[in-house]
């Protein structure tokens, strides 16, 4: 032990060792609980941000896209076309059954559901539906936008087809609805977009929703 001018070297020493550690301490646990704010907020920003009805084909976006395989009697297919009922989410694929785009869509209320299953698209309407007679479309043709795309139901243990139920995917003529449970169980989606994805439509092509 060194003593001068009566002070304690030592003592002193393991003073400001510690005062130091604690300084040390307090700035480490401070700049992690920024750190951690910071990058909760990035990742709020980017997982939050919501899908656009006009359609996004972000990484982030697409990175949770459901599977588009299914199995029609007993053959492994893909389909062209998949919605998700949980997140008011629809996705396309390409034919190798990586996803291109996702949009923001509108399906069934509580009590009128959109129907699960595998459907097959196979016609595509355009507004403002003369030939669909006897039809609501026909009657309101505004109520569909530009186009409606034709989905029938597939029986997926033999392939066939064995009628609709009257869900369809089309436009629509309310769009604060989309990304939202509003319809009477159809598929609604943007009017620009519904356009281009009944260009793209390939009929006999598979939708899934689930």
């Excluded at 005062?19 to 990035?42: H, L, P, R, W």
């Excluded at 609501?136 to 392939?159: A, F, L, Q």
């Excluded at 990304?179 to 159809?186: E, F, Q, R, V």
Aim: net charge positive.
């Amino acid at each position: 032990m060194i003593r001068i001018n009566n002070i304690n070297f030592n003592t002193d020493m393991v003073k400001t060792t510690e005062n130091v550690k604690k300084y040390s301490e307090i700035n480490t646990v401070f700049g992690a609980e920024n750190s951690s704010n910071i990058d909760d907020e990035k990742g709020l920003s980017v997982e939050q941000e919501k899908v656009s009805p006009k359609g996004s084909s972000s990484p982030q976006h697409l990175k949770n896209a459901p599977s588009p395989i299914i199995t029609i009697a007993g053959e492994k297919k893909l389909a062209a076309i998949v919605v998700d009922t949980k997140t008011n989410l629809l996705y396309t694929y390409d034919d190798k059954g990586n996803a291109k785009t996702v949009y923001s869509v509108a399906t069934g209320k509580k009590y009128t559901p959109t129907r699960k299953g595998i459907k097959m698209i196979t016609n595509v309407e355009a507004y403002p539906y003369k030939t669909a007679y006897g039809t609501k479309r026909k009657k309101n043709p505004n109520d569909y936008g530009p186009n409606v795309i034709i989905i029938e139901n597939i029986n997926p243990e033999t392939g066939k087809i064995y009628g609709r139920n009257g869900q369809f995917i089309h436009g629509n003529n309310n769009p604060k609805s989309l990304g939202t449970y509003a319809s009477l169980g159809c598929i609604r989606m943007d009017n620009e977009v519904i356009k281009k994805i009944a260009k793209e439509a390939v009929k006999n092509s598979y939708v899934l929703i689930q």
